[in-house]
């Protein structure tokens, strides 16, 4: 195979003059007034990076860089941008997952080296990337890039990282539905942008936010199977039981423990969080941990489980993170008249000098395929 996208993104970025004066007159070859056909046979074998570097030559390119392109069914091609420190677009088919294309827009060389090409690989992963220049309008760059990569391949952009507000209006006009939604810090800065995307973007995996104002308070769930919140002190109770978030994982969060309480009964009488299979939260109290105990498990019907009697031991985020869980000796139980189980974890820890009890509580909901064997009780908070 030819790898000739390099050369077409080359030959589409430079001048022409200065690339006609480096190759020389004897050293190029008319390959885009070759016939139709001929063109065809010669390019049909480029890949996904040089399909795109090919289509930015000309019209005529474009047209039979389509062409091409058509080999690959609608909505195949994963799409995923990622914006903030070193634009990025990421390029990966399902028939080679363990291969990824990347346009990576930087500043870490002389302007005279760009564009370049560069392979690596990391783990079973090979990486092939294009290089372009950083010249100050890279987010612009990735978005007119991004666009005519979706055209060109008949595909919508499977993930995005929002480093700037600007962004969600852009994405949010392109399309709309998306797989996955990163926002980084300091992007959302008013309940009305959240409404804004949750209003137009159908996310169908994984939403993960980091820190927002925090004048923020929502009572409102978010609609997306799988959430992620940092700096969760703005996501209130409601949106938790309300919701219909298969998992949801909350940092920084200002639940209490008889927050806590509430969720656990809510989800043993059934009638909501009936999506629910992961929950964890990370919060801080005011109150000691054997009184943070007392408040989270009062009134629940528990029973203890020692050992791996058949629960999963690992956790699926979104279609490619699988987060492995902590292996613990023994845990809490509940059981919901549909069978299902839901056990539980929860570290306390009291720091004296500050006056705070710090709370890791993980909720896993799975159902036992073996029977069960009775284990004694015992104290299963860990101080």
Known sequence: MIFLGPVFAFWQLTS??????????????????LPRVVLLE?????????IASFSLLSKRAESI???????????????????GGDPKIFLRLPTDPRRVYVIDYNKGKESSEYPYVQSSRIGPKVYNFLFLEDNGNAIEKIKQMAEHICQLFRSQITGITIADES???????????????????????????????????????HFRLKSIDKKIKVTKPIPCPSISIHNSYWFTLPSVLNGTNSIIRLYGSKLTPMDINTILKEWQMGTKLQNLEYLEIETSTLIDHFESAREMLEDLDLTVS?????????????????????????????????????????NLQRYR???????????????????????????????
């Open 306 to 346: 020692v050992g791996n009697d058949g629960i999963p031991q690992t956790i699926k985020i979104d279609d490619e993170w699988i987060l492995p869980l902590p292996q613990e000796d023994a845990r809490y139980d509940l059981i919901r008249n549909d069978g299902m189980i839901g056990s539980f974890f929860v």
């Open 353 to 383: 000098h500050l006056k705070v009890t710090f709370i890791s509580f993980r909720f896993q909901v799975w159902r036992r395929s073996r029977p069960r064997q009775d284990n004694n009780n015992f104290n299963l908070m860990h101080f």
């Open 16 to 33: 022409k003059k200065k690339l006609a004066k480096k190759l020389g007159p004897k050293h190029r070859f008319p390959l885009l007034k």
């Open 42 to 50: 010669c390019i049909e074998n480029l890949d996904v990076l040089e």
């Open 65 to 83: 860089a389509k062409l091409i392109a058509k080999s690959i069914p609608r909505n195949l091609l994963d799409i995923r941008l990622r914006f």
């Open 167 to 205: 962004l969600i209006e852009w994405i949010i006009n392109l399309q709309s539905t998306i797989r996955y939604i990163w926002i980084d810090d300091d992007v959302v800065n008013s309940v009305e942008t959240l409404d804004r995307i949750f209003q137009n973007l159908k996310l169908t995996r």
